[in-house]
C-alpha cells in the first residue's frame, strides 16, 4: 500500500517540478514515519490508517510561515496540511454541526474549506467539505484514488501556470475525474455538480 501511494506521490512531485513549483516543494516538509503519524492519530481518537500514514511519510504536509497561499498549492486551490495541523483543525471543527468526528482534513484552501478523510466510512473516501454549504460530497472513493487523479491532472496538462497563478481546467478535470472514478457519483451524474 504505502509503496503504491509513494509511486502515484513522486508523480504528483514531477508534475509540481515540470510546471515549475520550486516553491511549493521546497515547503513541502521532511516525511514522518508510519508510527509518528499513528500516534498522531490515536493521540485524536482516529484509527489508524495506511494510505494516510502513506502520504505523511512522503512528506509532512506544508511549511506555511512565509509564503503566499498560491506558492503553497500542491494542486490547484489547496495546500496538504502538516499533520499537526490537520489534527488542529479536526478539533477545530469539533463543534461545528456539519463536522463529523470520523473526518480528518488533509488539504485546505485557506478559507475553511477541506478536502477530507472520511474515517466512519471502511473505504475511507475522500470528501470535499466547503464552508459555505451544508452537503460534503464523497469526491474520492479512497486517497489513492485522489492522488492517482492528481498525478492525471498533471500529465494531461489540466493544471498550468499562467498570469493568474497556478490553474486548472475545470472541465477537464471534472472529465478526468469521471473518467478515473467511474463509482464515485459526483463525477458521474451530472446532477450533482461535477460535471455541470
Known sequence: MISATLQVLSRVQSGLERLGRGATLEALQPGLSPTQTRQFLQAAGLPADAQTEAIYSWRDGTRTSGLRLDGLQIFPGFYFLSIEDAIHNYRAFDSDPRWRPSWLPLFANGGGDFYLVDFGDPSRPMRHFRIEETEHPIEFGSLSDMMMTLAGGFER???FVDGQGFE????????LAAELNPRVTWWTDPTLGGLD
Open 157 to 159: 496538462s489540466v493544471f
Open 168 to 175: 486548472m481546467d475545470d472541465l477537464k478535470f471534472a472529465t
